[in-house]
């Protein structure tokens, strides 16, 4: 085992942490270690198969604009800039600058939904699960 692993393993049975919960506490271990490296302008997305990259609200904004395309509901520009506000609002309330895309999508359909974008919203969920 490596000294990383012992100490891990030691901090799990010190604080009685369960097997149960050692995904979740992996989960933020990874956010926060991440985080600890960071320049103070950088946003970073940890993307599903595990990659680290720059947040760039541009790919938000085409996924978006392609769910309101499947949907043949158009989206303005000022349409846009309220949602990519919310999820940036949503984001900027957290203390870290390291996000799961499972995170961002979801302040997405939170947006999505709150502004009353109903049919975007249904093709989001259903874009989304393709990706």
Not at 48 to 53: L, M, V
Not at 58 to 74: F, H, T
Not at 89 to 115: A, G, N
Request: no cysteine; glycine share 2%; charged share 35%.
């Amino acid at each position: 085992m490596s000294k990383l692993s012992d100490l891990v393993v030691n901090y799990l049975k010190e604080n009685n942490i369960s097997i149960n919960d050692l995904k979740d506490e992996l989960n933020k271990l990874e956010i926060e270690v991440v985080n600890q490296f960071l320049k103070p302008e950088d946003t970073l997305v940890i993307k599903k198969n595990g990659d680290i990259e720059k947040y760039d609200p541009e790919k938000l904004e085409r996924s978006i604009k392609n769910a309101a395309g499947d949907a043949k509901a158009a989206l303005n520009t000022s349409d846009l800039a309220i949602i990519l506000s919310d999820v940036d609002r949503k984001l900027d309330e957290l203390p870290r600058k390291v996000y799961r895309t499972s995170e961002i999508k979801d302040y997405v359909i939170e947006s999505l939904i709150e502004e009353g974008y109903t049919k975007v919203y249904e093709n989001y969920l259903t874009y989304i699960q393709n990706f």
